[in-house]
């Protein structure tokens, strides 16, 4: 009953760091409290490092378009150039930082932006060992969620005011960006990280928090991850709210809330082997009733399919085509329950040779 | 002309007018706000010489009653030459088609002013483009003047009308008028019914018969122009039910003396309300319908509201939800509700047969079943049917086509008439006997192979009913299976899967491409074509043709009465669960609700009881059984 | 300017407030945003500093809209001083990803059969009641693993016959008997006419707000226990592939009605095979 309680204090305060209101100064969130202060310090990118240092030592920098999966250092590049320019002082009056939870129409683009951007600057006088170059910089951190119309009204703005302002564009996916704006902007793809260089940044985030974690837990972190930096801090930090500094595997997955136990899965997968429809019924209706996600048992499930050694690859791509298939389904709002039995027997026959085809069907 | 005015294109020239006018005079601002202050008021006296003006409709009234001098605006320039020569001279005989007493008026209206005249000039002029009422142009010659207003019913004889509905009114306008009118409540008739079958002529007979005083309001078209002074905050806008509601309560608080400039006899005045105004949105429905509520609880004067039944095909959406309830309350409101239904074709071929000997046109009694068929029981439109018809007899393609499949398209008025034609079309699926001799390039596989069509292309047909995608679907979902051989499931199978292609493209436009009308569009007549189709093609085994009825969709009640049901426990939900939760409504439906039946007995202290009672007592299918449309359709 | 009226009935208390927003249909944006405006202006004011904000409860968050999803997660942020959510869902995944980063995912599972067979022995004891042996777990079997429908079908039970007894029937819901009616009206006969009688018990049981979804489940779920192997991956594939179109489309009848009809198709020629 007594930990039972300490755990629902613990759950309490957890809510409280959630970046939410700053209740407690210690609660800090780790992401904001390891992000790289400078260029040089962001993990991985290399070549983007390289060419962005030179732009700092010039001062002298173009429209900027940074893109790459979540979690890779773009909003940390952006916000450490800026810093590294002008300064705790300047940086305020110089940097304006826009992102998806501000309201972003074309009003504002139209106003706000456009106020921002038509204010003139003083002229490149080095400040406090800053370099402060005569410019201002707005950040539109996840631009691909901006409107059409919005990203096209951007286009006057950023050609009127090129001279005393500087735009970095930040998006998941380049496409998303019109091109008019693309073609504007320097581009810089950002690669997802690799396990290396997570497991090298999480153990230097766990000595400074005096975290233990064992080469499992190490492991688990980075790949319920998936090469995304942010998460597998966040769900650390959770990890150490909520079972204390001795973190392992099994506290992180449960943590994450996304990752099904491989044991699950598995017991699914053998079902269908059996091929008795009935097993697999019931392993569907496990899965549903544990409350597993199914567009992420499908994600699994398809990992677990396409490294299996025992599965030709005919049989493969016939899996493979029904998860494809279902995972839309579920993405059109379909129910998860009949998707997932439907992927059950249709792996099952693929697995114990059925036909394909119905054979009543007319 | 005016004839093309009235009916076909009276739409776009008031449009034209209005833009042409977009730059106001100050007399425009000044009229208007006078306009607004007295009320879309039109008045007349029964038995009078002179019809008082207070006020005619909106939108262009300016200078009434001033003279031409004041007339300073574009408008009046628009109609210079008319004017005087109609002031001055020919006796225009039962010009205006609003107000029963106008009518007596024409033999004298020869000594009235030639203000008089003004007026009525004004008011013809404003309500040709306002469009409140067709009427003609401006009677220069009688030829030219639109047969509906011209053979309007004067006597209860030429009414068509069925003789008990009439008999009906005119009862109980009687037995309100000489009676005592001191006993309260019951002073509403509603009549209801579609458009163009006699309701207000039926008012008017009524009205002239009794020798009352019609007083009407009229629910003015809202106008470009109106919204142009509204949003450059020139003159003051009244929203048109802000003027109903203001003239309901005049009339309530005042009676109509105060309105009737002479002190006329008041005992025979009948208040008249032709159609209601526009309303959108659930806010100004309520505020309509406590109006009406209101009005029928407390007026003095017999009272005929007129509602028009618009197309109840979709019966599902909110218009026609919102209709029924106002009927409602009208009649819990103590209003008295009669419904008239569209006039037989017999009577409509006798009205046309008669109006053609007065008109001494020559037109095939063929010609004249046709239109009257063609008019679903809209004598309005018949009637102009038929002098369009008479027009076009010196047109040189008359003769030669075979006149039943050229003009029944150019009169046919209603949807469904030829709506039910096209789904007997496609219900039926009839075909070739054999196939057509040549060898196909492009062999199908047997399974695909249908044998020709004994029909236009049923796109074609499509378009002749004017079918809407959705009602389409939902008719042929209905009906399909009645149509399929018996042993034929696969069919149904397959029939029924293409109508839910057709389902889920009608959907599709519910949400991405909602703004883009063109798309909307395509995918519609795309649905419609895959259901047709669908239909004609899954029925492989076409039945042999009989008789049979085509229903009304079931689906559409059942989608009203689960909404309603639906409405019912979330309304319940907190206080029959003791406000526990707010759960799901799925999971009251499939846990709760068959639970709470079992325990019923045992927990009947309990509030329980009442949820599951009241909605047992709700509404299932089999307690108002779909009435079958008597739409049978035959073999053709 | 517009006016929206959306009716919507909430449970508060001084601290909290709960809500379902999906009830407001396709408004339910509005409601998010102006919900949770409102909380936050009237924030409870403490003297102690204890309680500084007030927690919002909604539930069936997986019902909402993605634009409602989007506005939720804006707003959330923008008051969080004042408001906390718990945001309650069947599934995580029709919750977008933007919202579940922002939340501590906390997954419930469904109880155990012999979880809920404790809890109903529980209530055996508060109520005085003699349980036979293995009833409860029978009870808690048919219960499909919620704890809600065992309780409720155990006080049937209990009305319907008392003492109980080893072998009493566990009556299923009136909609499910319905359900089973239907299924063996189609493995009896395949005809359109068939098709026509079972349409109209579908309209029965729709107007009683059962959900199609549930429906077609339910129906699937008769029709397995009944079929052979063989039939079995057929007639699921095509419910996964109906119930889809129907998530797609706007009348569900029409895509329940495909589903039977192709069974019945499927159905009448695997008779045709084995029986000639």
Redesign the interface.
């Known amino acids: 009953m007594g930990r039972e309680r300490e755990r629902e204090r613990e759950r309490v305060s957890f809510f409280r760091s959630l970046r939410m209101a700053p209740i407690l100064q210690s609660s800090q969130p780790w992401v904001e409290k390891y992000r790289p202060k400078q260029v040089k310090d962001v993990a991985h990118q290399d070549e983007v490092v390289r060419v962005l240092t030179n732009t700092l030592e010039t001062a002298n920098c173009p429209h900027m378009l940074f893109y790459g999966p979540p979690g890779t250092g773009k909003t940390t590049t952006a916000l450490a150039i800026a810093h590294q320019l002008f300064g705790p002082e300047l940086y305020k009056s110089r940097v304006l930082e826009l992102n998806a939870s501000d309201d972003r129409g074309i009003n504002v683009v139209r106003t706000k932006i456009k106020d921002f951007a038509a204010v003139a600057v003083g002229s490149g006088q080095r400040q406090g060992g800053y370099p402060c170059p005569p410019y201002k910089i707005i950040i539109l951190d996840e631009a691909d969620s901006m409107t059409e119309d919005a990203q096209n009204a951007l286009r006057r703005t950023m050609e009127t005011y090129s001279k005393v302002t500087r735009f970095f564009f930040i998006c998941n996916y380049i496409s998303r960006i019109i091109e008019p704006l693309a073609s504007r902007c320097a581009k810089f793809r950002f690669k997802p990280l690799s396990e290396e260089i997570m497991t090298s940044r999480i153990l230097h985030i766990c000595k400074e928090e005096g975290l233990n974690l064992d080469a499992e837990a190490l492991s688990t972190v980075s790949t319920i991850s998936q090469g995304d930096l942010r998460r597998a801090i966040t769900y650390l930090q959770g990890a150490a709210r909520l079972f204390g500094s001795s973190i392992t595997s099994k506290d992180l997955i449960s943590v994450s809330g996304v990752v099904i136990p491989q044991e699950v899965v598995g017991a699914l997968l053998a079902a269908c082997k059996s091929g008795n429809f009935d097993l697999a019924n019931k392993e569907v209706n496990n899965v549903i009733a544990e409350g597993y996600p199914v567009s992420q048992m499908l994600s699994q499930l398809f990992e677990v399919v396409v490294e299996a050694d025992d599965i030709s690859d005919e049989q493969k791509a016939r899996i493979c085509k029904r998860l494809g298939e279902a995972d839309k389904c579920l993405v059109d709002g379909a129910d998860e329950y009949l998707q997932l039995l439907d992927v059950a027997s249709n792996t099952m026959r693929a697995l114990c040779n059925m036909p394909q085809e119905f054979s009543y069907e007319? | 002309m005016s004839l093309w005015n009235n009916c076909l294109i009276y739409g776009v020239v008031s449009f034209g007018f209005h833009a042409f006018n977009a730059s106001p005079t100050a007399d425009d601002a000044v009229s208007l706000r006078r306009s607004a202050i007295v009320g879309p008021w039109r008045f007349a006296m029964g038995k009078r010489d002179a019809v008082v003006v207070l006020s005619s409709d909106d939108g262009g009234d300016e200078g009434e009653g001033e003279g031409e001098g004041a007339l300073s605006s574009s408008r009046s320039r628009s109609k210079p030459a008319a004017k005087p020569h109609l002031a001055r001279s020919e006796p225009r005989r039962a010009k205006k088609p609003r107000v029963s007493g106008s009518r007596s008026r024409s033999s004298s209206s020869r000594q009235s002013s030639i203000v008089d005249e003004f007026q009525f000039l004004e008011e013809d002029f404003n309500e040709v483009f306002t469009g409140a009422k067709v009427t003609t142009g401006f009677g220069r010659s009688t030829a030219k003047e639109s047969w509906v207003d011209k053979y309007k019913p004067c006597t209860f004889e030429e009414l068509a009308v069925h003789k008990k509905k009439v008999e009906e009114v005119k009862s109980w306008f009687e037995e309100r008028l000489i009676t005592s009118k001191d006993n309260l409540g019951d002073h509403v008739l509603v009549i209801t019914g579609p458009a163009g079958v006699g309701k207000s002529a039926t008012i008017y007979v009524v009205a002239s018969h009794l020798g009352a005083t019609l007083c009407e309001w009229n629910t003015p078209t809202p106008t470009v122009w109106k919204e142009y002074v509204h949003n450059s905050n020139t003159g003051q806008y009244v929203s048109k039910l802000d003027e109903f509601e203001a003239f309901v309560e005049r009339t309530r608080k005042y009676g109509l003396i105060s309105q009737s400039s002479a002190g006329e006899s008041k005992s025979s005045a009948i208040l008249l309300i032709d159609d209601l105004p526009m309303t959108h949105g659930?806010?100004a429905r309520r505020r309509l319908q406590n109006c009406l509520h209101l009005l029928v609880q407390s007026t003095h004067i017999p009272t005929a509201i007129l509602i028009t039944d618009y197309g109840r095909v979709d019966s599902a959406d909110r218009e026609a939800r919102f209709l029924e309830e106002l009927h409602l309350s009208l009649e819990s409101a103590g209003a008295r509700k009669i419904a008239f239904n569209p006039i037989t074709s017999n009577a409509i071929k006798r009205i046309l047969s008669k109006i053609c000997r007065q008109e001494k046109r020559n037109v095939a009694s063929e010609q004249i079943d046709l239109i009257a068929k063609a008019s679903g029981g809209d004598i309005r439109h018949a009637i102009t049917a038929l002098q369009f018809f008479c027009l076009k007899v010196d047109w040189p393609s008359f003769s030669s086509s075979s006149p039943t499949t050229v003009y029944d398209l150019h009169f046919g008025r209603d949807e469904t008439i030829s709506l039910f034609h096209a789904l007997g079309k496609f219900l039926h699926n009839k075909r070739e006997s054999v196939s057509p001799s040549g060898k196909d390039p492009h062999p199908m596989q047997e399974k695909f192979m249908r044998l020709p069509f004994k029909m236009d292309a049923p796109e074609k047909v499509l378009s002749q009913a004017h079918g809407q995608a959705r009602p389409i679907?939902?008719f042929l979902?209905e009906n399909v299976?009645?149509f399929?051989?018996?042993?034929?499931?696969?069919?149904?199978?397959a029939?029924?899967?293409y109508?839910?292609?057709a389902?889920?493209l009608?959907?599709?436009f519910?949400g991405a491409v909602a703004r883009n009308y063109e798309a909307e569009g395509v995918v519609q007549s795309a649905a419609a074509s895959i259901a047709v189709r669908g239909v004609l093609f899954g029925n492989s085994h076409p039945l042999p043709p009989r008789w049979h009825s085509i229903r009304k969709p079931?689906?559409w009640q059942?989608e009203k009465?689960?909404l309603h049901?639906?409405d019912e426990?979330?309304?319940q939900?907190?206080m029959v669960y003791n406000?526990v939760?707010?759960?799901?409504?799925?999971?009251?439906?499939?846990?709760?609700?068959?639970?709470c039946?079992?325990?019923q007995?045992?927990l009947q202290a309990h509030e329980v009881m009442m949820l599951s009672t009241e909605i047992e007592d709700g509404?299932?299918?089999d307690d108002r059984e779909v009435k079958t449309s008597g739409d049978e359709i035959e073999e053709w | 300017m517009r006016?929206i009226?959306i009716e919507l009935?909430?449970?508060s208390s001084t601290h909290h407030v709960?809500?379902?927003p999906s009830?407001a249909g396709f408004q339910d944006r509005y409601v998010v945003q102006e919900i949770i405006k409102e909380m936050a202006k009237n924030r409870p004011i403490d003297t102690k500093g204890k309680k500084r904000f007030k927690v919002l409860v909604l539930?069936?968050v997986d019902k909402l809209s993605r634009e409602a999803q989007h506005s939720l997660r804006r707003t959330m942020e923008k008051y969080s001083a004042s408001c906390r959510l718990i945001l309650c869902c069947n599934s995580s995944s029709k919750v977008t990803e933007a919202i579940r980063s922002r939340c501590l995912n906390i997954r419930i599972n469904a109880p155990r059969e012999d979880q809920i067979v404790k809890v109903l022995e529980f209530i055996a004891k508060k109520e005085n009641l003699q349980l036979p042996a293995g009833f409860a777990a029978r009870v808690a079997e048919k219960s499909n693993r919620?704890l809600?429908?065992a309780i409720?079908?155990f006080?049937?039970c209990r009305?319907?016959q008392y003492p109980f007894t080893i072998n009493q029937v566990i009556?299923p819901?009136?909609?499910e008997e319905y359900v089973s009616e239907i299924v063996s009206d189609i493995m009896k006969e395949?005809?359109?006419?068939r098709?026509?009688q079972v349409?109209?018990k579908l309209?029965?049981l729709?107007?009683?707000?059962?959900?199609p979804e549930?429906l077609l489940k339910r129906l699937l779920h008769d029709l397995l226990g009944k079929l052979d192997a063989e039939l079995k991956h057929e007639v699921c594939h095509w419910a996964a592939y109906?119930e889809h179109?129907m998530r797609?489309?706007?009348?569900a009848?029409?895509?329940l009605?495909?589903f039977i009809?192709?069974f019945?198709?499927i159905y009448?020629a695997f008779l045709i095979a084995t029986f000639g």
Not at chain 3, 190 to 193: D, L, T
């Open positions: 007319t | 659930n806010v679907a939902d979902h299976l009645d399929l051989d018996e042993e034929a499931v696969d069919d149904a199978s029939v029924l899967s109508l839910g292609d389902d889920v009608l959907h599709s519910h079931k689906l059942s009465f689960s049901n639906k426990m979330l309304r939900r907190f406000g939760s707010s759960i799901d409504t799925s999971v009251i439906a499939t846990e709760y609700m068959p639970a039946k079992w325990l007995h045992r509404i299932s299918l | 006016n009226d009935t909430t449970l709960e809500m379902n009830d539930n069936e919620s809600r429908r409720l079908s006080e049937t009305v319907q009556s819901m009136d909609w395949q005809s359109p006419k098709l026509f349409r109209g309209y029965e729709l107007i009683k707000c059962i959900p549930i109906y179109r797609l489309g706007q009348k009848i029409f895509h009605e495909a009809a192709k019945m198709s009448k």
